[in-house]
């Protein structure tokens, strides 16, 4: 059995680096601020005698060697990246109930038949450079490393760059190589759990999705002197094209997402026309279907707004992920460990994206959910209870423990 | 008459201080740049034996005396700071212009009966602190000038810091002194000379305005797993009020203006249903009287789409100004001298916003204005001929000299 007492205490000890006036954190990727967790969670790891390697994209993994060199590892970990004003609890949850078992491995003088390692992987969040599942997604072989180094962050600096930058472009390939299974806690970042008054959920798959970047090009022009038939207006159209995203969204029902999370207007002055407009897109569905629907029909969609705002449109699809069912296998270990210890629990369709979905193309994989208050995630209020993050803890122990076994 | 040779170099000397790549320049008011714009033209002044004051706001006055103790001064000026990314001429050429027509007077060796005052106001454009006409608006005692140093930038920084910050903080009180008249010469900013083929515009009034400060609050959450029904989203919010301004623009046919010039989503991530946007609004008019209908109906409708999408509105009015007619006599006086110099001409009203606005509230005003390219403004390609900066020029000269020795 973990130690909820201690995995608390650390999940708040992590907290505390980037920590926000408002309770949440801000560790963006690849910054100095992700450096020190990057480096406390080192220190902790080799503080258990686990040795760290780092990868060519930053990912780290902490090994423990198992009874039988024979066997491939069992996997396991999340992110300890953050998005600009997140929470507490999404990504760093796995990696320190990773760090956990990890500890009650030691404590109890457990020794595993199969290794086991626990990863934490680069910019989960893709707030910054523009590709969530970043690290796990160059380690899957879906990103290539040159073009992943050389996306830019708003300011221009390249991953390879920011990589460079706190020391930890590391000197393993970032490629899969070969695992016997992977397992990843997280929070549900969703209110089903906590509405149905769930402990654990199970989590079956991941939702399909595609993510865009739009520039639309107008022409900056003076506010009080430019009459409406001479405005090329970027914003309007960007407006035009948020409300779009939103139609389609809701065309979808309950199950259909819709965002423009970030926009900027390049050079914005209060009495000019906007003449150019960045922004963000992306849909989501449980059906990848759904997703295919909408990336052959939205973009025509939002030309056609642009054309008729004389304001040319440049889209560019930056990934799409279809649905990803888990390993039944290792589902069903998280099922079991989670009867076995009596907790609650339902089975449940990730609805954000998570690294368990890249890796999953080339290892069995399988999640474990708990709740968080009110839903509420990417938001400095995220918040869960002690004994939450205690039960899922418990549950990937043993989930490990099961396959590492086996 | 003036040299419109030295007037051209000296406009092109001026450009080079925050010249842009794209041609334009970026010399943002009460910033370094704008300083190293300043001092330029304090030297030049000085250069010919004028006496530069500066007041509380930074406006610079250069004051050449005239025979007649007596008499009150004649004013004329323009401002030297511009739009982030605006052109070489919007406020440079008044300024300029003024002193080109210093020159002229020294070179003559003329005496005017009347002492004459070349002006430079500060921050004319209000893109960095939200008041257009700041430093002219505060002389003529219609912004306070508490209030006025309190304003702050995106950044936070105050009008009183950034004035202390570049030594401009002057000390002779920010306002009005009894004076004779006003001229103001400047490119007019829009199509309509160029496309009559009018070399000189007698500018009789200027366009009733409303601007406006906005700050939606949604709720900031997960894009891949809070459901449409769940959502507050800000920029959705944003996006429809952009619409609305829009719409009620174009309701009020081609003398109509609405513009969303600025918005910033806060801590904007991809992934990140906005949780906050604030953005600028500003409404203009020939007539005051839509521009108080405008002002009336707008925010309750602005209102209405955030209340809807349940992502509460603050609207802030940050000023209003009516329409402002020009004094007819100081009018008469460039018609005659656009007349007697064989210029072909037209009356027009302004569409932006210019300091003669506010100066013309306590002291006798006219403005002049040439032709420029396209009609463009606010925008790095912004351009005029040698020839058109030398008609203003003229006009200016010979009205400024009619008024004095009147
Ligand atoms: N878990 C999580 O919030 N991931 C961020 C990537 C995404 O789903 O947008
Ligand atoms: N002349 C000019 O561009 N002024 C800026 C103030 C405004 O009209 O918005």
Redesign the interface.
């Known amino acids: 059995r973990i130690d909820g007492k201690r995995l608390w205490d650390s999940l708040m000890a992590m907290a505390e680096i980037g920590a926000t006036p408002k309770g949440g954190v801000r560790r963006l990727t690849l910054t100095d601020v992700d450096k020190r967790g990057r480096d406390q969670f080192r220190t902790w790891c080799e503080a258990l005698g686990l040795q760290v390697r780092v990868d060519a994209i930053g990912n780290m993994f902490a090994r423990r060697e198992g009874r039988d060199p024979s066997r491939l590892p069992v996997l396991f970990g999340s992110h300890l990246d953050s998005?600009?004003?997140g929470g507490k609890f999404d990504g760093a949850l796995g990696v320190i109930a990773g760090l956990e078992v990890m500890r009650t491995l030691n404590d109890l003088n457990i020794a595993t038949e199969a290794p086991i390692e626990l990863v934490n992987w680069t910019d989960e969040?893709?707030?910054r450079f523009?590709h969530?599942l970043m690290g796990s997604g160059t380690w899957a072989g879906i990103y290539g490393l040159d073009k992943t180094y050389a996306l830019k962050d708003a300011e221009g600096v390249t991953v390879g760059e920011a990589l460079e930058g706190i020391g930890y472009k590391g000197e393993h390939a970032a490629k899969p190589f070969p695992a016997d299974a992977y397992f990843e806690l997280h929070i549900?970042?969703?209110?089903i759990l906590e509405r149905e008054g769930k402990e654990v959920g199970i989590v079956t798959g991941a939702?399909a999705?595609v993510?865009y970047d739009a520039v639309v090009t107008g022409?900056?022009?003076?506010?009080?002197?430019?009459?409406?038939?001479?405005r090329k207006?970027a914003?309007?159209t960007?407006?035009?094209i948020?409300?779009l995203v939103?139609k389609l969204?809701?065309e979808r029902?309950?199950?259909?997402?819709g965002?423009?999370?970030?926009?900027?207007?390049v050079?914005?002055?209060?009495?000019?026309?906007?003449?150019e407009v960045r922004f963000?897109i992306?849909f989501?569905h449980p059906e990848t279907a759904v997703i295919e629907e909408l990336a052959a029909g939205f973009p025509a969609m939002a030309e056609a707004i642009a054309t008729a705002n004389r304001t040319p449109l440049e889209l560019t699809q930056l990934f799409k992920i279809p649905h990803q069912p888990f390993d039944p296998g290792c589902v069903d270990l998280v099922r079991q460990a989670a009867a076995r210890l009596g907790y609650s629990t339902r089975e449940i369709i990730?609805?954000?994206?998570h690294d368990a979905v890249y890796v999953a193309r080339s290892v069995p994989t399988a999640m474990i959910f708990t709740p968080c208050k009110d839903?509420?995630?990417?938001?400095?209020a995220e918040s869960i209870q002690p004994e939450e993050a205690e039960a899922g803890a418990q549950v990937l122990f043993q989930a490990i423990l099961a396959r590492a076994n086996r």
Chains 1, 2 share one sequence.
């Open positions: 998005q600009p004003t969040e893709g707030s523009g969530s549900e970042q969703g209110p939702q999705q993510w022409q900056d022009a003076h506010a009080g002197t430019t009459p409406p038939s001479a207006d914003l309007l960007a407006a035009r948020i409300d939103d969204m809701r029902g309950d199950d259909g997402r965002t423009v999370g970030w926009l900027q207007v050079n914005a002055s209060r009495n000019v026309v906007p003449g963000s992306e989501r990730s609805g954000a994206g839903g509420l995630s990417h938001n400095e």
